[in-house]
């Protein structure tokens, strides 16, 4: 059974940094391609950005957080991360990693999510 777990959360003022991880278990990383998304209070989850398979090649952003947040991934380590840059009150969230053998993404496996506060 595939599980993944996010870590990296916290609390920031605006205009820093957080670097979010997403340890995979129970398959081989490499196959799958990974996302991240994000949902804050009284909104739907949105995605946020997405990397391929194996050599990560295309990668993937919204627009809002195109230029100041970069995903990328480890296969060594079973890890995705997502580096935080500029970090805006309205980056505010839950952050949740997601995993697919297929892209588009359908039906995921969810991580547990992370909070992510940023203050002004």
């Known amino acids: 059974q595939v599980q993944l777990v996010e870590s990296g959360g916290g609390l920031v003022q605006a205009g820093g940094s957080l670097r979010l991880s997403c340890v995979v278990s129970?398959?081989?990383?490499?196959?799958?391609?990974m996302g991240w998304f994000r949902q804050a209070p009284g909104k739907e989850r949105e995605f946020v950005a997405r990397?391929?398979?194996?050599?990560?090649?295309?990668?993937y952003y919204s627009d809002s957080v195109q230029g100041r947040f970069t995903i990328s991934r480890d296969n060594a380590k079973n890890t995705a991360y997502l580096q935080m840059n500029n970090l805006k009150p309205e980056d505010s969230a839950v952050y949740y990693c997601?995993?697919?053998?297929?892209?588009?993404?359908?039906?995921?496996?969810w991580g547990q999510g992370t909070q992510v506060t940023v203050s002004s």
């Open positions: 990397i391929t398979s194996r050599t990560g090649s295309s990668i």
């Open positions: 997601a995993a697919s053998l297929t892209l588009p993404m359908k039906s995921p496996i």
């Open positions: 129970g398959r081989a990383f490499r196959d799958y391609a």
